[in-house]
């Protein structure tokens, strides 16, 4: 069936540190976006990303869409990164087509 | 250039309530959606509309109904509230479905 699974459910790093959140889907898409969402709640676009490689300062995301997977490199982690991360994609069938899927998302928190 | 705005931010009601929940948005989109988001868990996707005049359901419809008069606006409404849609609604836009979607602010609402 449908699926979106993100790993890990929780992480907790020292500032400084560097991390990876993995996304795996269970088809081929055609939109998939990571978004944070800040300890205020408010969902924060970081990439649309469904193929390829994106960098934007510290933050990196590649898709690899042929093996149905992306990941969200986090490098030089500040407080300010808490908070939850997510993954979400809309699959590329006709019974799905327009729906946006979310993975769990991976808790983040970074102390100081 | 306000992107997407939600109204109420806060709510609580009664069971059997009915209300609605305002969404906006001035970037032309399309696509709008609207999706729930329960503790420890990903958005669900409960309604959406590819432009005005056309709805669908999404994964989580029952209880909701939604319609699309103008390009801007995207209401939900609750018929009839219950305590199990206790939750915080976000709103979203877009070109369409596989492009970058943008998240309003959210509403946090409490059913007793």
């Known amino acids: 069936g449908i699926q979106v699974e993100q790993s890990p459910p929780d992480l907790i790093l020292q500032e400084g540190a560097n991390s990876t959140l993995r996304c795996n889907f269970s088809?081929?898409?055609?939109?998939l976006q990571w978004f944070h969402q800040n300890p205020w709640g408010q969902l924060i676009n970081l990439f649309y990303?469904?193929?390829g490689t994106k960098q934007n300062g510290r933050l990196s995301a590649t898709t690899v869409a042929t093996e149905r997977y992306s990941l969200l490199y986090i490098s030089s982690s500040q407080t300010t990164d808490s908070g939850v991360y997510f993954c979400a994609v809309v699959f590329d069938r006709g019974s799905t087509l327009g729906r946006l899927y979310f993975g769990r998302g991976t808790q983040l928190t970074v102390w100081p | 250039n306000a992107g997407v705005t939600q109204t109420p931010k806060f709510q609580v009601l009664k069971t059997g309530q009915s209300m609605t929940l305002q969404c906006a948005q001035d970037?032309?989109?399309?696509?709008m959606s609207w999706y729930r988001q329960d503790p420890g868990m990903g958005l669900r996707l409960i309604h959406y509309?590819?432009?005005?005049?056309?709805?669908d359901q999404g994964e989580v419809p029952n209880g909701y109904n939604v319609s699309r008069s103008t390009t801007e606006d995207f209401p939900l409404r609750l018929l009839s509230a219950a305590p199990s849609q206790t939750s915080v609604y976000f709103c979203?836009?877009?070109?369409?479905?596989?492009?970058?979607?943008?998240f309003g602010p959210g509403t946090r609402l409490l059913v007793l």
């Open positions: 970037m032309n989109h399309e696509y």
């Open positions: 990303i469904p193929s």
């Open positions: 509309s590819v432009g005005a005049g056309i709805t």
């Open positions: 979203a836009s877009s070109y369409s479905s596989w492009e970058t979607q943008y």
């Open positions: 088809d081929s898409v055609n939109n």
